[in-house]
Nanobody, 132 residues
């Protein structure tokens, strides 16, 4: 297990935008095969929720949960080993601790659910607070 490092959280007004960044350098160094990189969030009093995923060997585009589809965009800068989450038109219900995670497994992008229990490399989280 290696640690990922998130940054970019903060306070934003409803309707605004925020971009989260995750350094995946340590994970990429030790990864020898296909993997998935994902964003999760945990809202107050709720379970950790998978919201977006990229698969290194996936022939398809990114996966998004219904709760963020059309508002959030996951992307990767492979040259810099950075993972991004662009958050647009945020709402108070987007207030949460946001985590990036990584899972080395061939075919991880075929999983129909984005489950926290599948991922074994995590960041410490970055807080996003949306005010109305």
């Amino acid at each position: 297990q290696v640690r990922l490092v998130e940054s970019g959280g903060g306070a934003v007004e409803a309707g605004g935008s925020l971009r989260l960044t995750c350094s995946t350098t340590e994970f990429i160094k030790v990864s020898g095969g296909d993997y998935c990189l994902a964003w999760f969030r945990q809202r107050p009093g709720k379970e950790r929720e998978g919201i977006a995923r990229l698969g290194s060997g996936s022939p398809w585009g990114p996966y998004y949960s219904d709760s963020v589809k059309g508002k959030f965009t996951i992307s990767q800068d492979a040259a810099k080993n950075l993972l991004y989450l662009q958050m647009d038109d945020v709402k108070p219900e987007d207030t949460a601790m946001y985590y990036c995670a990584a899972w080395e497994r061939w075919g991880c992008w075929t999983m129909t659910q984005l489950r926290a229990s599948d991922y074994d490399n995590w960041g410490q989280g970055t807080q996003v607070t949306v005010s109305s």
